[in-house]
């Protein structure tokens, strides 16, 4: 994907009140960024650190600007925008990338599912086939071994995804979790189980009745204004 107005440089002040961020411009002006990630963002906000965002020139916005890249003291490139982890994953769709995905005629999103009424990010579907229900995490969360781990934080939301996506499978169904790692310094997925040990649980179970687990990686381009799904990671579960 390419971002819609021009990545713009400055220097990370500090995250506050998970929505918001200060940073500093190369001629020394300092303002606040709307901050698109709901999560910890461990190892994600180190003050000091470059970071990217886009200006949307809405005067109606009281914060103009959102953060959208951040490079970390190793020199690694981190998309933290978890919403466009979605778009990623239907590009990527749309050019055969995924080739676990490969093969399906029509695609839905947000659809309505489960006994719990969770919302899939893509139904994919083609006639002779069993319907795919995909659930997409963005991962940036690298652990010192450079083993990139989900989720940053304990979720319940991520904990019913998983019931629901097992269910689907139960019913004859294919689910799939798709994690999109967003940090050029992750080379292999695994989950984090000293910080949400029921996820970890439920996770083993969903693999063991047939929920499959698939990891990409995306390149980060500042210079070319963009971000892309590329390749499959491995997974260790």
């Known amino acids: 994907m390419i971002f819609e107005q021009p990545l713009q ?3 990370l002040l500090q995250r506050y009140k998970r929505f918001l961020a200060d940073v500093k411009r190369p001629d020394g002006s300092e303002f606040t960024l ?4 709901t999560g910890s963002m461990t190892h994600c906000q180190g003050k000091g650190w470059r970071v990217w965002y886009t200006d949307s020139q ?4 009281k914060y103009a600007c959102t953060w959208q890249l951040v490079e970390d003291a190793d020199g690694c490139l981190i998309g933290i925008n978890s919403a466009l982890a979605n778009k990623l994953v239907a590009e990527a769709l749309d050019k ?7 093969g399906y005629s029509s695609r839905r999103t947000e659809v309505a599912y489960g ?4 919302r899939i990010d893509f139904l994919l579907s083609c006639e002779g086939r069993e319907e795919c229900y995909v659930e997409v995490k963005s991962l940036t969360l690298k652990t010192e071994n450079g083993v990139g781990v ?3 934080a304990v979720t319940t939301r991520g904990q019913k995804h ?17 994690f999109c790692v967003q940090h050029t310094g992750i080379e292999r997925v695994s989950v984090a ?13 969903a693999v063991a009745e047939g929920v499959e687990v698939i990891a990409y990686g995306v390149a980060i381009d500042p210079a070319q204004n963009t971000l892309i799904l590329t390749n499959s990671l491995p997974v260790l579960l």
């Open 9 to 11: 440089e400055a220097t």
């Open 34 to 37: 709307h901050c698109p990630n």
């Open 58 to 61: 809405n005067p109606k916005r």
């Open 96 to 102: 055969g990338i995924i080739e676990e995905l490969a």
């Open 115 to 118: 006994e719990r009424r969770s």
């Open 150 to 152: 989900f989720p940053d």
């Open 162 to 178: 998983l019931q629901e996506l097992m269910a689907e499978v139960a019913h004859g169904k294919r689910a799939v979790l798709l």
């Open 193 to 205: 189980r000293g910080i949400d040990p029921e996820y970890a649980r439920l996770i083993d179970e």
